[in-house]
């Protein structure tokens, strides 16, 4: 699994990043079971997860990059984007 994080944050340096942080929390128990099928059409049954969180600053075109290859992993469960910005005060 180090490896497929490592990928990741390589494809974010890639696409134009200027700063990449990862944050791996270890293998949690999911709070319900998820199914998902692979690209062979077989259904996988998933009961905890690996939790990864990158930080990045990015323009918002290298996001959608990450976003498709994200959903073309069969590895990855499920995956959310959040856009961060700093508050005025």
Avoid: H, Q
């Avoid at 700063?19 to 709070?31: D, H, S, T």
């Avoid at 976003?67 to 005025?88: G, N, Q």
Wanted: some cysteine; glycine content about 4%.
């Amino acid at each position: 699994m180090n490896l497929l994080w490592c990928c990741y944050s390589c494809l974010l340096l890639e696409v134009g990043c200027t700063y990449v942080e990862v944050f791996n929390r270890g293998v949690i128990p999911l709070a319900y079971s998820i199914k998902k099928k692979n690209k062979a059409g077989e259904t996988n049954t998933y009961l905890d997860g690996i939790y990864i969180l990158f930080k990045y600053f990015t323009k918002p075109e290298s996001i959608e990059v990450l976003e498709a290859t994200l959903k073309m992993d069969d590895d990855v469960i499920r995956s959310s984007t959040f856009k961060v910005r700093k508050r005025k005060y």
